[in-house]
DNA sequence: CTAATATGCAATTACTAAGTTGCGTATTAG
DNA sequence: CTAATACGCAACTTAGTAATTGCATATTAG
C-alpha cells in the first residue's frame, strides 16, 4: 500500500505561507470580516481598530500574497475580498495528517489485538 | 438565523498562535514525521535536517506550546509524540470560515435569481 | 475649484524568531 | 570506570515582522 505522507510536495513552503499568514491575530480577524461574502475597503477594515490604516494595509497585503484575499482598484479606494482556494488547500493538508494519524493508531490496535 | 461568525471566542489568539506554529517549513516536516504514530526522540527527529539540534529542540517547543506535540522522558532522550487536539480546533475553524463563504455565495445567487 | 477622503510610499523603532555555538550534566554502553 | 550519547541552558547573531509616523498623490463631494 503506498502511503500519502504529508511531507510530500515541493509546496510545502507554500503551505507553510499559507499557516503564517493565518498565525496572527489581526488577520484572523480580517479572514472572518471578509469570509461573509462582501469587500471592503482598508478603510472600512481598519474602523474599529486598535491599529493604524497602514498595519491594516500591510495585513492585508500578507493575505494577499498567499492568495488568502484578492484586490481590486474602485475609484480612490482600493476593494479586499476573500478567496477560499488556499484555505481548501491547507485543509486538504490537514485531513492527511489526521488520516496518517487514524492509520497509525489502527496499526496499533490491530497489533495489540493480535 | 443565527450566523456562527468565525471571529467569535476568545481563543482567537490560541488559535493564531496554532497556526502560527504550523507556519513553518521545519515544523510542517516535524509534524509530518510524527503524525505517522511512532514516538521520537530529538537525535533522531534532527538527523537528515540541515539544521542542528538546538534548532529542532526550539521547534520541538513551539509546538509543544500549542498541544501539538507531547514530550516525555525517557533515560537520557526526550520522546516527542503527535497530539492530533489542536490540529482539531482549527479544522473545524476553517470548516466555519468556508461555510461563511458559501453562505455568502448562495445569499448573492438567491438574490441574482430572484 | 477646494476640502475632505482614501490610499501609497518610505523611514524608523521595537520586538520576535530562527539558528548557531559553547559548555555543563545526565545516562548508558563496553 | 570511562567514553560516547542525548540533552538542557544561556549568550549571541542575524534577519524578519508588527506597528508607527510623516508626507505625497489620487479621487470624490459640495
Redesign the interface.
Known amino acids: 500500500m503506498l502511503q500519502t505522507?504529508?511531507?510530500g510536495g515541493a509546496d510545502?513552503?507554500q503551505?507553510?505561507?499559507?499557516?503564517?499568514?493565518?498565525?496572527?491575530?489581526t488577520r484572523?480577524?480580517l479572514?472572518?470580516?471578509l469570509?461573509?461574502?462582501?469587500p471592503y475597503s482598508i478603510s472600512r477594515l481598519t474602523e474599529g481598530s486598535h491599529i493604524t490604516r497602514q498595519a491594516v494595509t500591510k495585513h492585508l497585503r500578507v493575505l494577499e500574497e498567499v492568495g488568502l484575499v484578492r484586490s481590486m482598484r474602485a475609484g480612490r479606494e482600493s476593494l479586499f475580498e476573500?478567496n477560499?482556494e488556499p484555505?481548501?488547500e491547507?485543509?486538504e493538508y490537514?485531513?492527511l495528517?489526521?488520516k496518517?494519524?487514524d492509520?497509525?493508531?489502527s496499526?496499533?490496535k490491530a497489533f495489540l489485538e493480535d
Not at 503551505?15 to 491575530?25: S, V, W, Y
Open positions: 505522507h504529508p511531507s510545502q513552503s503551505r507553510a505561507a499559507i499557516f503564517a499568514a493565518l498565525g496572527d491575530e484572523l480577524s479572514v472572518a470580516k469570509c461573509g461574502g462582501q476573500f477560499p484555505m481548501e491547507v485543509k490537514l485531513d495528517v489526521s496518517q494519524w492509520n497509525a493508531l496499526r496499533l
